[in-house]
């Protein structure tokens, strides 16, 4: 059995920030990384790469795990703000969370990212606008990086680190154990087994059924959390020009007035282009979006999504979230795509339809109805919230709209854990998105970087 000072468990964004941290400042911490995905070179998606049109469901999903997490090949867009993105201010303060939130952006600029653009939404018109008809921009700064500059900066950060920890890919941890001296044994799928003094829960998203069982397992509390159900949008980038132009990423809240419920847009993509996303077998979309021109389409794609909060005494609310996702799989054997003007009149988007549409769909998708998939409350709720949109943004209640369902956003139960994020277990950490504690690029790399200068003390 080898001894390592620290382990990792996941080289997602808060892992990828946690390693940076450790190898900058001098201290003399053996560290172990483990990751189930793939190393940088080797996550390339079947679908990018043109060797399938649809989705295989790879196992585990390059575009969901390997080095860098979900946030690897998405559109690297990082938004420095407290009011969304997650709970990090809650437990170490919101100027401490900002403070290490820009850190991380000065790192990102640093590595290659200074030639991206610093958008900010606090000093718009737009949020006048906005409130004019109803809606609410939340205010960030947001650096958008472009998947293939944010690769570019991982691999930076990658050969980095690459002295100082030692990386495990294509590596699944198959049990945690706690010895009597606070010390924790790992046993791999490969039948390796390594010991620590510390050890860092941050599998990411992906991770949350893992998290949840080694919590379980060892009397860790965690706390229910909710489920975010959608549809991600995709129409001409004309229609959204004035808006992505001037703020590049606009956080809209909405409150219906049907049920008032609240629904927002979340992670606009700019001339981008909608991807499909393996989360545990279970086929969703996303959107992704480039720094280069030659890679830029003519569409604009954003998520729509409604936040489902559930009472006693249901509490699985991702399993709620997987079973229409599920739904959706069934019906269309992968991701369904329908035009808007076909899902107001009640009726299913066809290929027929489709041929006639003006908006060119960047995934390939299978034409049908969202209305037997998602539950009517959401769905009332996104219709809602398109015609509000189009107050600001005319054409965004176009019959060519494209609507490609279902877009869930799965958040972990929030692990308890301390204002240094520490179990109740002495040298057990949970960071990043697997925690609960954050959603977000900014907040899970913060998260990161704070573990990470906690550890680094310990070993100096």
């Known amino acids: 059995m080898k001894n390592y000072d620290i382990i990792v468990a996941g080289a997602g964004a808060s892992g990828v920030y946690l390693s940076y941290e450790l190898t900058k400042i001098k201290n003399n911490a053996t560290v172990l990384m483990i990751d189930k995905g793939a190393p940088l070179e080797e996550r390339k998606c079947p679908i990018k790469t043109g060797v399938v049109s649809s989705c295989i469901k790879c196992e585990p999903c390059h575009i969901m795990n390997g080095y860098g ?53 606090a000093n718009s018109d737009l949020k006048t606008i906005a409130l004019r008809n109803n809606l609410h921009l939340l205010e960030a700064k947001v650096r958008h990086l472009g998947t293939d500059r944010n690769v570019k900066i991982l691999e930076k950060i990658y050969d980095f680190t690459k002295e100082k920890i030692d990386f495990k890919f294509h590596t699944c941890i198959k049990s945690v154990e706690v010895k009597d001296s606070n010390s924790f044994v790992v046993k791999t799928d490969s039948g390796e087994e390594y010991s620590c003094g510390n050890l860092v829960l941050a599998t990411g998203r992906s991770g949350s059924k893992w998290i949840g069982s080694v919590c379980d397992k060892l009397g860790i509390a965690q706390k229910s959390n909710r489920v975010d159900i959608g549809v991600r949008v995709e129409l001409a980038a004309e229609i ?23 629904v927002r847009t979340f992670c606009m993509n700019p001339y981008g282009e909608v991807v499909a996303e393996n989360t545990n077998g279970i086929v969703t979309v996303n959107g ?19 936040s489902n909060k559930f009472t006693e005494p249901f509490k699985d609310s991702n399993e709620y979230g997987e ?23 009640g009726r299913r988007s066809s290929e027929r339809r489709m041929e006639k549409c003006f908006t060119r769909p960047t995934l390939k998708a299978t034409p049908g109805d969202l209305s037997l998939v998602i539950p009517k409350r959401q769905l009332d709720n996104i219709i ?5 949109l189009d107050k600001i943004a005319p054409g965004t209640a176009n019959e060519d709209t494209l ?5 869930v956003k799965f958040y972990n139960s929030k692990v308890e854990v301390d204002e240094n994020l520490e179990t109740k277990i002495k040298g057990l950490y949970a960071l990043g998105d697997g925690s609960g504690v954050t959603h977000s690029l900014s907040q899970a790399s913060a998260s990161g970087v704070y573990v990470g200068r906690i550890l680094a003390e310990k070993y100096q």
């Open 69 to 121: 997490g979900a946030g690897t090949l998405s559109d690297g867009k990082y938004n420095l703000t407290t009011q969304f993105g997650g709970d990090l201010h809650r437990y170490i303060g919101t100027e401490n969370a900002m403070d290490l939130m820009n850190y991380v952006d000065e790192v990102l600029c640093k590595m290659g990212g200074a030639d991206a653009k610093l958008y900010s939404t």
């Open 240 to 262: 959204f020009k004035h808006i992505t132009d001037d703020v590049y990423e606009s956080k809209i809240v909405y409150k219906t007035d049907k049920y008032n419920d609240m």
């Open 288 to 306: 992704h979006s480039y720094s280069q021109e030659s890679l830029r389409t003519e569409n604009t794609n954003f998520a729509l999504l409604v």
């Open 323 to 345: 079973s229409i996702a599920r739904l959706s799989n069934m019906l269309g054997g992968g991701v369904l795509l329908q035009r808007f003007g076909d899902l107001v009149k």
């Open 384 to 388: 809602e919230m398109i015609y509000a």
């Open 403 to 407: 609507l490609y369902g279902v877009e």
